[in-house]
């Protein structure tokens, strides 16, 4: 059974970091392209980052020069460094395996999903 499991969310200040894990089991994914989503109340899913199986990485335009996407092969997991939080920060997250070796934006073009994991940002 292929699972992907977030963990790291939380609580933080403007202005303060996360750092989000995603660990895969069931299956390896150095393949595939990994990202991240995230969903605030009341709004779409959106994509956050990606990392193809290159190591090349995309941004949102807010996460650009704010959050870092990296993976390590080995343990098949990834991370993303979320630092400078912003309150519109606020949103599950989700980490996502896709089908494709390059990243996209398109949710999609992701097979596997983890649950989420809650980061809230207070002002």
């Known amino acids: 059974q292929v699972q992907l499991v977030e963990s790291g969310g939380g609580l933080v200040q403007a202005g303060g970091s996360l750092r989000l894990s995603c660990a895969a089991s069931?299956?390896?994914?150095?393949?595939?392209?990994m990202g991240w989503f995230r969903q605030a109340p009341g709004s779409e899913r959106e994509f956050v980052a990606h990392?193809?199986?290159?190591?090349?990485?995309y941004y949102m335009g807010s996460a650009k020069g704010r959050f870092r996407i990296s993976r390590d092969n080995v343990k098949n997991t990834v991370t993303l460094q979320m630092n400078s939080l912003e309150p519109e920060d606020t949103a599950v997250y989700y980490c996502?395996?896709?089908?494709?070796?390059?990243?996209?934006?398109?949710?999609?073009?992701?097979?596997?999903w983890g649950q989420g994991t809650q980061v809230t940002v207070s002002s």
């Open positions: 996502a395996a896709s089908r494709y070796q390059l990243g996209t934006e398109d949710p999609g073009d992701y097979d596997y």
């Open positions: 069931g299956r390896t994914f150095s393949d595939n392209a």
């Open positions: 990392i193809s199986s290159g190591r090349a990485t």
